[in-house]
């Protein structure tokens, strides 16, 4: 009961602070930016998705956990909003939505965690379906958390196959006109509650008979159909291609005229490709992070760019959490060193340690989750410090300070700082703490602002020192290799040396012969295979106070 009390008293410490923090709804878009609407600051998504779409239609965890400790929670770890899924049938068919928390769970014969809920949650046991999901959303309203709803599939299953009957207009189970009705019902239940400031049409369209033309005809139907409900709401794209690709927008805009309401959406994991992924352990790291970087700007985030640029929301990304997995642990730091400068909204897959029932297995274990199997606890605290610069808004359109830089270091999820009386240590801290530099161009000196002192190599294996000496070649900063992440100077023997997090666990910044960065016979990017993230830096726009 100890440990219960102090857990409690860490989540409402954290509900307060968040809770200081907050803003006022609804939100709208200016821009390339999701802001508020009534003052026009600039609000950022920091969501965690949660599902409720699978068999049971009972968001997951209410077997394991108290729910007002599930949402007090999500804002401890950071969080400051949820993708909320849903299945179609729950709110178009009442022989699903009328069904009981305890009926549902009861005829799928998950005794176990009827049991749990009625132990956790028993308030929510005897409610509908619909009922339950709603108690769920104010729920984390009262926590301050934002909530995107988002229509995840028809049939409630597990997601996504390309032939599963749920991934464009007209396959088996997604019927166009049922669909409309499903986004007209939720709209209208949820309209009164202003901790639901965005839906998403649907997930990851997809399947042999997705074509542009009815894409675009369905999506502007769904996006007035909420819009005409509540013209409050946000109205989330996704494209096609399981959410990989917006590129035909480039030739034919979408031309959905709800005025500064509309954003859109985009997913990325490692195994986003037609290989599966299989590229990250197969092909040089530099080269391939390259590669697939280009590819999701060209797909899809180039939304957020040029001339008339849209919000864009990572809508799911995320990886095995144990750290067993080599593609993963090798797409996620090129993920963070292309999503941290761009400062772009995003929800994270996913809360769930675990599920009621998955795919004919009950209690799955779900090891991209963020909370471990029993909900107690993060299943990977290391990872939540990788992703804290992605959690803070780094770029405020209504900000009149000079632009800086935070040099970020993905493997640790530190930034590059100054430390000690003299000025004499380079360390990786939080990026919060994290120091301001300019950079003179690719080239040129790297500069701690509001000093005369840059950034110079000394020697391989020495820590990076600063210096009043910002001329010399070893004060003269490169960006190499083919991924642009390492940042390369020449010691007093012409020599590249990188800067170098040494590793995960250590916050020392060294300089250190390059890795597959040099671009002689034997160790060039192109040809390396070696692992050379503890020396990727990415230079991160911001301009916060």
Excluded at 48 to 69: F, T
Excluded at 460 to 482: E, H, V, Y
Excluded at 485 to 491: P, V
Aim: hydrophobic share 35%; net charge positive.
């Amino acid at each position: 009961m100890k440990e219960k009390r102090s857990i409690a008293t860490i989540l409402f410490i954290s509900l307060l602070l968040f809770a200081s923090d907050s803003h006022s709804l609804p939100l709208s878009t200016s821009g390339r930016w999701v802001v508020d609407d009534a003052s026009g600051q600039r609000v950022k998504l920091a969501c965690v998705n949660w599902i409720s779409h699978l068999q049971a239609m009972v968001v997951e965890g209410l077997h394991k956990r108290p729910l007002r400790e599930i949402a007090g929670g999500i804002t401890a770890m950071g969080f400051n909003c949820v993708r909320l899924t849903w299945a179609t049938y729950m709110f178009t068919r009442p022989s699903y939505g009328n069904r009981s928390v305890a009926e549902s769970l009861g005829g799928l014969g998950l005794i176990e965690a009827k049991e749990g809920v009625a132990r956790n949650n028993p308030e929510l046991l005897n409610l509908s379906l619909v009922e339950a999901y709603e108690a769920v959303v104010d729920e984390l309203g009262r926590h301050g958390v934002m909530v995107v709803l988002d229509n995840h599939v028809s049939k409630p299953k597990w997601c996504c196959a390309e032939d599963d009957g749920n991934g464009f207009f007209g396959d088996k189970y997604f019927h166009p006109k049922e669909w409309l009705q499903g986004l007209t019902n939720v709209a209208h239940r949820f309209k009164d509650k202003s901790q639901v400031v965005a839906m998403s049409m649907r997930n990851e369209l997809r399947g042999p008979n997705q074509t542009e033309h009815i894409w675009y005809k369905q999506i502007r139907k769904g996006g007035r159909t909420i819009h005409s409900i509540n013209p409050n709401l946000l109205v989330i794209v996704s494209g096609l291609e399981f959410d990989t690709d917006l590129s035909f927008l480039k030739q034919k805009p979408l031309k959905l005229k709800l005025p500064n309401k509309v954003v859109f959406e985009a997913h990325w994991y490692s195994f986003s490709s037609i290989t599966g992924g299989v590229e990250w352990t197969e092909q040089p790291l530099n080269q391939i992070c390259n590669n697939r970087t280009e590819w999701f700007e060209s797909g899809a985030a180039f939304v957020g760019t040029g001339s008339n640029p849209a919000p864009f929301f990572l809508s799911e990304f995320g990886i095995d959490l144990r750290g067993l997995n080599p593609r993963d642990n090798r797409f996620f730091g090129c993920f963070l060193a292309f999503v941290a400068p761009r400062d772009l909204d995003w929800a994270l897959w996913t809360l769930q340690g675990s599920y009621y029932y998955r795919d004919g297995v009950v209690g799955q274990e779900e090891t991209y989750g963020v909370l471990d199997y029993n909900w107690d606890k993060p299943r990977n605290p290391k990872f939540l410090k990788r992703i804290r610069i992605l959690q803070d808004i780094l770029q405020d359109p209504n900000s009149n300070v000079p632009k800086y830089h935070l040099i970020f270091h993905p493997r640790s999820g530190r930034c590059v700082s100054v430390k000690g009386e003299g000025l004499d240590q380079i360390h990786g801290r939080n990026c919060k703490k994290g120091s301001r530099w300019s950079h003179d161009g690719n080239g040129g000196a790297i500069r701690l602002m509001g000093s005369g002192l840059c950034l110079k190599a000394v020697g391989d294996g020495l820590p990076a020192k600063l210096s009043t000496d910002c001329s010399s070649p070893q004060a003269r900063w490169k960006l190499i290799s083919k991924s642009k992440l390492h940042i390369a100077a020449m010691d007093e023997q012409g020599k590249p040396l990188c800067l170098d997090g040494k590793n995960s666990n250590s916050s020392s910044i060294l300089t250190r012969t390059c890795i597959c960065a040099l671009q002689d016979e034997d160790d060039s990017d192109l040809a390396c295979f070696k692992n050379p993230q503890r020396q990727w830096f990415k230079f991160v726009p911001s301009n916060l106070p």
